[in-house]
């Protein structure tokens, strides 16, 4: 899943992804709500924490995918992981693009970029996200 939140002072909005294990018996929709739910709550220690200043509103669901990789180690095997990653790297640069990018005035809450200009599966996480839900924004990676 991605998602935005707003912070309400800045008028800026910051770009984010989670994931969750979901039953494909259950409404999708509903359990990827309910991920970004619990992404509002608590980050995964092994990333960068989320925002939690009480100036940001709700996160707010974007778009969501399900993958096959059940074992998160086989993720780059799987097009919904491009998919996700794509999106929220177009989602921060339709927003304005990272501050590690733009440099003041900021644009977005966005410190970093969510897939480094120089990641060479770059190309194939925008295209795919593309494919999948339009381009929001043309690719700015190298």
């Not at 990018?101 to 966005?110: A, L, Q, S, V």
């Not at 925008?126 to 339009?134: E, M, P």
């Amino acid at each position: 899943m991605t998602y935005r939140k707003l912070n309400k002072k800045t008028n800026l909005y910051y770009a984010g992804r989670t994931i969750m294990v979901v039953d494909l018996g259950l409404p999708l929709r509903l359990q990827a709500e309910l991920a970004i739910r619990f992404r509002d709550r608590n980050h995964h220690v092994d990333e960068n924490e989320d925002p939690k200043d009480a100036s940001f509103a709700q996160a707010q669901l974007d778009v969501f995918d399900h993958g096959a990789a059940v074992d998160y180690n086989l993720r780059y095997d799987d097009p919904a992981y491009w998919r996700i990653r794509g999106r929220e790297q177009q989602l921060i640069d339709f927003s304005g693009g990272a501050q590690s990018d733009t440099g003041k005035p900021h644009r977005t809450e966005n410190v970093v970029r969510a897939v480094a200009k120089d990641n060479p599966r770059g190309s194939r996480f925008h295209d795919a996200a593309t494919i999948r839900w339009g381009e929001l924004q043309r690719y700015t990676g190298y």
